[in-house]
T-cell receptor, first 112, second 111 residues
C-alpha cells in the first residue's frame, strides 16, 4: 500500500479566511512533505518533516503554517492567502532516508 | 541553475510504438533517479527509479536507462498505450536529500 490521502480535494477561500489542508499516510514513513504545484510546472518543495520535526522550510511565507501532530498526519494551515497562492498543494511521504516519495492526490486551492 | 533538464516539453507517439523520454542532469552528486507520471489535477505517481550503481532498471513496460558519463537518463515505454498520455517528470536526489525535478514532458499516445 503506497497511499497518501489528502483532504479536501478542492478548496475555495477568500483572502481573510483561515483554512487547513490535511494529509495522512499509514505506510510507516517518517518523512512527510508539502509541495506547491502550478500548472505545467514541477512541484516546488515547501516544507519537510522528519520524525515529526520540521527539518526544511523553503523560505515559505508565514501565511502558510505546517503542523505534524503525529507520524501519520501532516497539516498545512492557511491564513490571509493571496490570489497568487492558488495552486495544487501536494503532500508526499517517504522512508526517512529513502529517496522515493509517494504523493497524495493533492488539494486544488483557489484564493479569491 | 536548473540541475535537472527535460528538453522536450512534448512528445507524440503512435499507440503500440516505443516512447522515449529524456532527462539530463548537471549535478554529479546525484545518486538516485526517479520518474513520475502526472495526470491533470492529480498528484504525481511514482513509476520507476534507478540507483547510480546500475545502468538499467526494468518494470513491465517501463525501462529506465542511466548513462552516468553523459549525465543522461531516459525512460522507455514499450508498447505505448493511450492511457500513458500524461506529463512525465524525472527527478534526482543526492544521498537521500530533497528531490530535484525536471520541467516535465507531456506525452501524448495517439490511438
Amino acid at each position: 500500500d503506497t497511499e497518501v490521502t489528502q483532504t479536501p480535494k478542492h478548496l475555495v477561500m477568500g483572502m481573510t479566511n483561515k483554512k487547513s489542508l490535511k494529509c495522512e499516510q499509514h505506510m510507516g514513513h517518517r518523512a512527510m512533505y508539502w509541495y506547491k504545484q502550478k500548472a505545467k510546472k514541477p512541484p516546488e518543495l515547501m516544507f519537510v518533516y522528519s520524525y515529526e520535526k520540521l527539518s526544511i522550510n523553503e523560505s515559505v511565507p508565514s501565511r502558510f503554517s505546517p503542523e505534524c501532530p503525529n507520524s501519520s498526519l501532516l497539516n498545512l494551515h492557511l491564513h490571509a492567502l493571496q490570489p497568487e497562492d492558488s495552486a495544487l498543494y501536494l503532500c508526499a511521504s517517504s522512508q526517512v532516508r529513502a529517496e522515493t516519495q509517494y504523493f497524495g492526490p493533492g488539494t486544488r486551492l483557489l484564493v479569491l | 541553475d536548473q540541475q535537472v533538464k527535460q528538453n522536450s516539453p512534448s512528445l507524440s507517439v503512435q499507440e503500440g510504438r516505443i516512447s522515449i523520454l529524456n532527462c539530463d542532469y548537471t549535478n554529479s552528486m546525484f545518486d538516485y533517479f526517479l520518474w513520475y507520471k502526472k495526470y491533470p489535477a492529480e498528484g504525481p505517481t511514482f513509476l520507476i527509479s534507478i540507483s547510480s550503481i546500475k545502468d538499467k532498471n526494468e518494470d513491465g513496460r517501463f525501462t529506465v536507462f542511466l548513462n552516468k558519463s553523459a549525465k543522461h537518463l531516459s525512460l522507455h515505454i514499450v508498447p505505448s498505450q493511450p492511457g500513458d498520455s500524461a506529463v512525465y517528470f524525472c527527478a534526482a536526489s543526492a544521498s537521500g536529500s530533497r528531490l530535484t525535478f525536471g520541467e516535465g514532458t507531456q506525452l501524448t499516445v495517439n490511438p
